[in-house]
């Protein structure tokens, strides 16, 4: 199975630029989805971006332009490249991952790291 640790979290002003970074390890044989989840205080958990099947993105339509989703050859590292951010970017972000072992469905999150956008 796979753990995820999330980084690269913090303080920004509105305007400024965050790349958030997901390493992953264990094992898997197959990924369906990687993404990126936001939660703000009151609000639902939302999906940001993802990646499915290795090549096909999506994105909230309110990031879109703004943020790129990417993950290195080996996939061993997902990453949220966040640019011009907004106070209503402020939020706990998870990165998630849908995958498959040994013919077992997997749904894994990792514990979250803070991004408040703030003058």
């Known amino acids: 199975q796979v753990q995820l640790v999330e980084s690269g979290g913090g303080l920004v002003q509105p305007g400024g630029s965050l790349r958030l970074s997901c390493a992953a390890s264990?094992?898997?044989?197959?990924?369906?989805?990687m993404g990126w989840y936001r939660q703000a205080p009151g609000k639902q958990r939302e999906l940001v971006a993802m990646i499915t099947n290795g090549d096909s993105t999506n994105y909230l339509d309110s990031v879109k332009g703004r943020f790129t989703i990417s993950s290195d050859n080996a996939e061993s590292t997902l990453y949220l490249q966040m640019n011009t951010l907004k106070p209503e970017d402020t939020a706990a972000y998870y990165c998630n991952w849908k995958y498959i072992h040994l013919g077992v469905r997997y749904d894994t999150w990792g514990q979250g790291t803070q991004v408040t956008v703030s003058s």
């Open positions: 264990g094992r898997y044989s197959i990924i369906y989805t």
